[in-house]
């Protein structure tokens, strides 16, 4: 039996400006370790919204949301930035990329914040994920010297940095042309199969969500398929 | 969260907006340094002013005044002790003002441990003939070492050997006003007329000038053996205790206790002076309020700077707690933005503060009122020091603190699906 690393229980999400609309509605589903998931719908469907349920940084919801077997119900701002912190990658659509740090300090950021490791090895592990992501030339750049898809590649790599249980991702190639998105695509899918490592991709592009192992589709704030 | 983190991510937001910052700073840094050298100054006026008048004043001093006794004879009758008197035209009782039994009272006073020194007086009332004219005056009969180790008398003596009063018989230090009437130099040999009536002639071994010049018209001083044959009365014969204490604050309590022991008038010196507490609070209570206001205001550009670093690196704050930095962890670093502020600019502050009055203690500062001042005042109390370095981190912190949890609290969500 697969090991389930997230589960989510009768997500119920309200929005209250300017008028209270139910935009999730009862969603219930769960990740094993090593899957590699998209979830589409139109816009406004309300993924972006579960996504940011899922990542724990929205916790206004009701229902439960289970991470590596405990309860986020409950949890304080703090811990909850921990269970973030330790068990999950983020990648956006815009890199969020800080200016003011070098590409492999931006990498190191969230592993000198777990502190799990010397501030030295943290280094050799950014040095290391850049290297598999092919842009260790650049660790010392800053950011605003590389190309979109670079960043977007140095974002993947920051989220891969504490071996996150999951790496969950917004959009990630919505603002990148078709040869980029290929290879951004191409890294997910290395991932998921050489690490085993499970992913949660949020995603328009259709031709993208193709080529995961499950399709979550969903229309106004239900799970129409899985 | 490691504070090395916390102090590398402060440092390269404070690096982002390096001229701001700086501008914070040298807010910090005037306003500090403007309050050390206000202080310092304000507070060496006051200490020299007020040694004006304390350094010369005893803490206690025992007399006797020609004053209507308290108790009538009407009082002392049981039978009225229910009812009112009034008694017309009381009169003082004639007394002398000399201290009974000083003898004993001075080996009283020398076993006490609280007192530091005691230096005993006498003052009489003279003229001083210049020529035709009279010009009304007073001598201190005074013990020379004793009123030298006390009051420091040999600062104010402006011309002449102090010693010389103790060693020449029949000789006086005139006031310096008092020597320009007369026109009398050292070595001169002046006539003085005593209260009784009798001519007596004083050699003149010195000038003294306290710096008060209506003190200077009128004062002179000699011994205290001089004084008593100038008066014609022996040698017990005393009329003023000074009194220093080893701690200034008891004297009121002191002075009371005399008054019962001794039955003798006892003033204190926080009684004979207030006034001059209150001055020199009032002053101190404007430089600190001045200085304050200052660290204020330097607050408010601290507050604004960080309002600004704050709304600018909203995403870079959103990737952060994005990634795992709690709400704590942001807060703690823009802390420790506004506390390098204050740090930094204090630092500086505290250093040009010193400057400052180093300078102004160059500054010469030469008048007629103040023989023993050569220059500007100044007061390098190491309290101003700490209490300046102190509010500058604590002004900085408060000015950090709201924009800082307004940082904390910002909602990443609200950001990153904002793009």
């Not at chain 1, 983020?90 to 501030?119: I, T, W």
């Not at chain 1, 690490?195 to 129409?224: C, P, W, Y």
């Not at chain 2, 009063?165 to 003085?192: F, H, P, R, W, Y």
Request: aromatic share 10%.
């Amino acid at each position: 039996m697969k090991n389930k690393i997230l589960e989510a229980k009768k997500i119920v999400k309200y929005f209250h400006d300017p008028m209270t609309i139910k935009v999730l509605n009862d969603i219930e589903f769960s990740i094993n370790q090593g899957e590699f998931i998209s979830i589409i719908g139109r816009s406004g469907c309300g993924k972006s919204t579960l996504l940011y349920i899922l990542s724990t940084m929205d916790t206004d919801y009701e229902g439960e949301l289970i991470i590596d077997g405990v309860s986020m119900s409950g949890k304080k701002e703090g811990d909850l930035a921990k269970v973030r912190n330790e068990k999950i990658g983020f990648v956006f659509q815009f890199h969020y990329l800080l200016n003011e740090f070098n590409v492999l300090k931006n990498v190191m950021l969230p592993g000198l914040k777990l502190g799990k490791f010397s501030a030295k090895e943290v280094e050799h592990r950014a040095y290391e994920k850049l290297r598999m992501l092919g842009i260790e030339n650049e660790a010392l750049k800053l950011p605003n010297q590389l190309s979109g898809g670079q960043k977007q590649r140095v974002a993947i790599a920051r989220s891969l940095i504490n071996d996150p249980l999951i790496i969950m991702g917004d959009e990630p190639t919505g603002n990148l042309d078709k040869k980029n998105s290929e290879i951004v695509f191409d890294i997910f899918q290395q991932l998921a199969i050489e690490f085993n490592q499970s992913l949660l991709i949020v995603t328009h592009d259709n031709e993208f969500a193709a080529k995961t192992n499950r399709i979550i589709e969903m229309e106004d704030g239900k799970i129409i398929r899985m | 969260m490691s504070l090395s983190l916390t102090v590398s991510i402060a440092k390269s937001l404070l690096m982002a907006r390096f001229k701001q910052t700086m501008v914070a700073a040298v807010g910090v840094t005037f306003s500090i340094t403007m309050f050390i050298g206000l202080l310092s100054f304000m507070s060496g006026l006051n200490d020299l002013l007020d040694g004006l008048i304390l350094n010369r004043t005893p803490h206690i001093r025992l007399y006797n005044e020609v004053q209507p006794s308290k108790i009538q004879p009407i009082d002392r009758f049981k039978e009225f002790s229910h009812s009112h008197n009034f008694v017309n035209s009381v009169k003082p009782k004639s007394s002398k003002v000399e201290i009974y039994n000083y003898g004993a009272i001075y080996q009283a006073l020398k076993k006490d441990t609280r007192v530091l020194g005691i230096s005993p007086k006498i003052a009489c009332q003279v003229f001083y003939n210049v020529g035709a004219s009279d010009l009304s005056g007073n001598i201190n009969g005074i013990d020379v070492e004793a009123e030298n180790k006390l009051f420091s008398f040999s600062e104010y003596v402006v011309a002449g050997n102090l010693i010389d009063l103790k060693n020449t018989s029949n000789s006086i230090i005139l006031g310096k006003g008092v020597a320009e009437k007369m026109l009398a130099n050292i070595g001169d040999v002046i006539q003085v007329t005593t209260s009784k009536g009798e001519l007596v002639q004083l050699k003149v071994v010195g000038f003294f000038q306290s710096g008060l010049k209506d003190l200077d018209n009128v004062q002179s001083y000699a011994s205290i053996e001089t004084t008593q044959k100038l008066l014609g009365v022996s040698k017990s014969y005393i009329t003023d205790i000074q009194i220093k204490l080893n701690d200034m604050t008891l004297a009121p309590a002191i002075a009371k206790e005399y008054r019962e022991i001794f039955e003798v008038q006892a003033l204190d010196i926080q009684t004979a002076n207030s006034q001059f507490e209150t001055g020199s609070f009032v002053r101190t209570l404007i430089s600190y309020t001045v200085g304050i206001t200052l660290l204020i205001v330097a607050g408010f550009g601290i507050y604004n700077i960080l309002n600004m670093m704050i709304y600018d690196k909203m995403d870079s704050i959103a990737i952060l707690k994005a990634t795992g930095f709690s709400g704590k962890d942001v807060n703690r670093i823009f802390i420790t933005i506004a506390l390098s502020i204050g740090f930094i600019g204090g630092f500086f502050g505290l250093v040009f503060g010193f400057t400052m009055s180093a300078l102004i203690d160059q500054i010469p500062f030469n008048t007629e009122a103040l023989p023993t001042i050569k220059t500007y005042p100044i007061n390098y109390n190491p309290n101003f020091y700490i209490i300046g370095g102190i509010f500058s981190l604590i002004t900085t912190y408060f000015a950090g603190y709201f924009p800082s949890r307004k940082a904390s609290k910002i909602d990443p969500v609200i950001i990153i699906r904002g793009k």
